[in-house]
């Protein structure tokens, strides 16, 4: 379990770019697979994008092209570079250490408060 506090949500205009954070807690920041997950309302928390700890990266095909996710293991931050936003990236974002099995899942049930990116058409 990696405690987080995501930032950087907001309301921007379609085709706009936004840059959201994630701050983590713990020695062992480095050492974990980071992703950033959303759910819009009424729909199920989804996988965006995911960075290994040796920095390689996987993205949903929905983002794919449009978002960018880094991380600074100095700071244990991670990031989530959002552009060419559409209204259906409308959702709260989240980040949490990941895993794949068959597919790209959370590793922990504990989340943290989300940040809410809202894009109008």
């Known amino acids: 379990q990696v405690p987080v506090v995501e930032s950087g949500g907001g309301l921007v205009q379609a085709g706009g770019s936004l840059r959201l954070s994630c701050a983590a807690s713990?020695?062992?920041?480095?050492?974990?697979?980071m992703g950033w997950f959303r759910q819009a309302p009424g729909k199920e928390r989804e996988f965006v994008a995911v960075?290994?700890?040796?920095?390689?990266?996987y993205y949903a095909d929905s983002v794919k092209g449009r978002f960018t996710i880094s991380r600074d293991n100095g700071k244990n931050t991670l990031y989530l570079q959002m552009s060419s936003l559409k209204a259906e990236d409308t959702a709260v974002y989240y980040c949490?250490?990941?895993?794949?099995?068959?597919?790209?899942?959370?590793?922990?049930?504990?989340w943290g408060q989300g940040t809410q990116v809202t894009v109008s058409s």
């Open positions: 949490n250490a990941a895993q794949f099995g068959s597919r790209w899942s959370p590793s922990s049930r504990s």
């Open positions: 713990g020695r062992t920041f480095s050492s974990y697979d």
């Open positions: 960075i290994g700890s040796l920095g390689r990266t």
